[in-house]
């Protein structure tokens, strides 16, 4: 994906499918991150070839049988592509990535003017200070019963002693109190901390199809019930705007 900066995927699925045909390969895959699956799309476009997103199996053969998550990963869904070649993505945090074949290396030509017409042109800083969400360690996030966008502040300053990113459910960027780059969720980012702190989430199945990867979930919810405090590892039932406080404030006499 580093090959042709700015990321271009027009580009890329050209030096991809050039690739491909030099070594004959009979699959071709990539990361089921949105730009591995960007550039897998315009592979398939311009090939013609069949695409199969989000697997977390593959069984090589005519036809090859692959193994899909669907619907937030509630779902497994088994496919069979009928092609020479088939199109893979594959889903993310399923396969470890030292497990791979060695790398294989091709000469392709340089990418055609056309093909570089849809890149990147420009970076904007993520409202929470530049931890990546799907690559972040500790996340703090926070949904509804944080209760306004100013409410923010207190998750936002645990995430900041903790050096963690803050996150939300969707309830939270519908409302407009954070960005869309902030959902952790179905169709928010799928994360892998070691610890997650649900601030105020209720635990929706499209919220906890995000958390998959999580280690560790510490649910912090004034309702016992409610379905994140019955699935987390950690919970502590009682007021956020009370406890998160607290939490930051005794990190903050240890240090
Ligand atoms: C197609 C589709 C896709 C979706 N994708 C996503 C997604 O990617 N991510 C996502 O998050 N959602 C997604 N949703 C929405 C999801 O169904 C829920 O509506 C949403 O997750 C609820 O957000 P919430 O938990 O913040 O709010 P609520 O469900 O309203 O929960 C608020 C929680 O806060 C608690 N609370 C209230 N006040 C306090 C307080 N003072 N202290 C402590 N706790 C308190 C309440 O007990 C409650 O448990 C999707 C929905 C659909 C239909």
């Not at 799309?41 to 669907?70: E, H, K, M, Q």
């Not at 093909?115 to 530049?130: E, K």
């Not at 990113?165 to 407009?176: D, L």
Request: charge should be negative; hydrophobic fraction near 45%; charged fraction near 20%.
């Amino acid at each position: 994906m580093d090959a042709i900066q700015p990321f271009a995927p027009d580009a890329l699925a050209a030096a991809l499918a050039q690739a491909a045909d030099e070594i004959n390969a009979s699959a071709v895959f990539a990361a089921g991150t949105e730009r591995g699956n960007e550039v897998m799309a315009r592979l398939a476009a311009r090939t013609g070839l069949p695409f199969a997103a989000n697997c977390i199996a593959a069984t090589p053969g005519d036809p090859v049988t692959v193994t899909r998550l669907r619907w937030g990963g509630s779902l497994l869904e088994e496919a069979h592509l009928h092609s020479p070649r088939a199109l893979i993505t594959v889903a993310p945090h399923t396969v470890d990535a030292d497990t791979g074949p060695p790398p294989v290396e091709v000469d392709v030509t340089p990418a055609a003017e056309a093909d570089l017409l849809v890149h990147v042109s420009g970076h904007v800083t993520p409202s929470n200070g530049g931890v990546s969400l799907a690559e972040a360690k500790v996340i703090v996030s926070g949904g509804r019963g944080v209760g306004s966008k100013d409410g923010f502040a207190i998750i936002e300053e645990l995430a900041a002693l903790l050096g963690a990113a803050v996150g939300c459910s969707r309830a939270v960027t519908s409302a407009g109190w954070r960005p869309h780059s902030d959902q952790v969720g179905q169709t928010g980012t799928k994360v892998a901390p070691d610890v997650y702190i649900a601030c105020g989430i209720s635990g929706a199945t499209q919220h906890m199809a995000g958390l998959k990867g999580a280690k560790r979930i510490l649910a912090i919810n004034s309702d016992p019930q409610a379905p994140l405090m019955l699935n987390a590892d950690y919970t502590v039932t009682g007021d956020l705007k009370e406890i998160v406080p607290a939490v930051s404030a005794e990190i903050r006499k240890g240090r």
